[in-house]
Nanobody
Framework: QLQLVESGGGSVQSGGSLRLACAAS????????LAWFRQAPGKEREGVAS???????SYADDVKGRFTISRDDAKNMLYLEMNNLKTDDTAMYYC??????????????????????WGKGTLVTISS
């Protein structure tokens, strides 16, 4: 079973930057869609960004222009570069993988119930 381990979370001030990383236990080349989700206290889990193996990326509207997702299939890694962080970005961030998808990553960002594998998360806290 695929294992995903996130790292890179922490506490920064508003306007700061963080880089999240997700290490997969097996080749990410086997999986079409890799993604980041987040869940703030008292809120539902929401899609942040996805990266398909054909190079297509998708982003939630509120992170476009600030976050960048990338995948390195040679290293079995997924990254999320987060800039100009806001207090609303405070959440637990989860790495996610969709196995054998029939649709592109953008669809799974809005349908987290269809994700096959989840990491345990890394906490991001943004202070004003």
């Amino acid at each position: 079973q695929l294992q995903l381990v996130e790292s890179g979370g922490g506490s920064v001030q508003s306007g700061g930057s963080l880089r999240l990383a997700c290490a997969a236990s097996e080749s990410t080349r086997n999986y079409y869609t890799l993604a980041w989700f987040r869940q703030a206290p008292g809120k539902e889990r929401e899609g942040v960004a996805s990266a398909d193996s054909d190079g297509r990326t998708s982003y939630a509207d509120d992170v476009k222009g600030r976050f960048t997702i990338s995948r390195d299939d040679a290293k079995n890694m997924l990254y999320l570069e987060m800039n100009n962080l806001k207090t609303d970005d405070t959440a637990m961030y989860y790495c996610a993988v969709k196995n054998n998808p029939g649709l592109r990553g953008a669809y799974y960002l809005k349908n987290p119930d269809q994700i096959d594998f989840w990491g345990k998360g890394t906490l991001v806290t943004i202070s004003s």
